[in-house]
């Protein structure tokens, strides 16, 4: 059964669009407490966590990202 509209068959598409592709480009050796540049990547202007669907993380590599980032933050390394 299709939506009446163009309008609405549109806006169906855009929600039910498809995950991008999980991304593996970032060293997991590399990706430890002491390396602030590299945990600043996943967080905003504001210090805040950038969620999963917009870094297009997998699940376990965004664990131990937010588990790094909150190391990193308890010994002043990032705000």
């Known amino acids: 059964m299709q939506p009446k509209t163009t309008e609405?068959?549109?806006s169906l598409r855009k929600n039910n669009r498809r995950m991008p592709r999980?991304?593996?480009d970032?060293?997991?050796e590399k990706l430890i407490?002491?390396?602030p540049e590299l945990l600043?990547?996943?967080?905003t202007e504001t210090g805040?966590?950038?969620p999963r669907r917009t870094t297009g993380l997998p699940a376990w590599l965004h664990?131990?990202?937010t588990r790094e980032v909150k190391r990193a933050?308890?010994?002043?390394l990032l705000p």
């Open 63 to 65: 664990r131990k990202v």
């Open 48 to 50: 805040k966590l950038i």
């Open 8 to 10: 609405r068959l549109i």
């Open 40 to 43: 600043s990547r996943f967080l």
């Open 33 to 35: 407490y002491t390396n």
């Open 73 to 76: 933050r308890a010994v002043n």
């Open 26 to 28: 970032i060293p997991v």
């Open 22 to 24: 999980r991304r593996m």
